[in-house]
């Protein structure tokens, strides 16, 4: 007695699997296609501390720091390099500093105990006014740590 080799003529139970690598295949080329596509976050700049070495201690005129602070019930007040701005001359003021200029860098002082939904709107100005980086000023960086 000798057993078939099972090539018979009937219908086959097996699931053929060719076309669903096919498919896997495909899908997997998509995604490595999209993937480096992906919606990033903003990216951010943050100035770095002065050396220790450094003899002129005067800041650079020509950097732009709008400081935020915390003006009570009142809301937020606004400072671009000492002079007291309101939020909705920002954009106009910011537009009028950076006409001129090649580097189109500015930096963001907020409180600490301001919350950062009163900081968007500057940097939404910034962006506004066609400012390319924004640097945001924390505390420690601040202290020079």
Not at 6 to 13: E, F, H, I, Y
Not at 23 to 52: A, H, S, W, Y
Not at 60 to 82: C, F, L, M, W
Not at 90 to 102: P, Q
Request: overall charge negative.
């Amino acid at each position: 007695m000798g057993m078939g080799g099972g090539g018979g003529k009937g219908a086959r139970s097996d699931i053929n699997v060719t076309p669903l690598i096919d498919v896997l295949l495909v899908l997997l080329i998509i995604f490595m296609v999209i993937q480096p596509n992906t919606v990033r976050g903003l990216d951010t700049l943050v100035p770095q501390p002065p050396k220790k070495d450094h003899v002129n201690d005067e800041p650079d005129k020509r950097t732009v720091v709008i400081q935020i602070q915390p003006n009570g019930a009142a809301g937020p007040s606004y400072k671009i390099n000492e002079d007291t701005v309101n939020l909705s001359q920002m954009t106009e003021k910011l537009t009028d500093i950076f006409a001129t200029r090649n580097d189109k860098v500015m930096f963001v002082k907020g409180d600490k105990d301001l919350d950062f939904g009163q900081v968007l709107p500057v940097i939404n100005d910034g962006h506004a006014a066609g400012v390319d980086n924004i640097g945001i000023i924390t505390p420690a960086v601040e202290a020079g740590k």
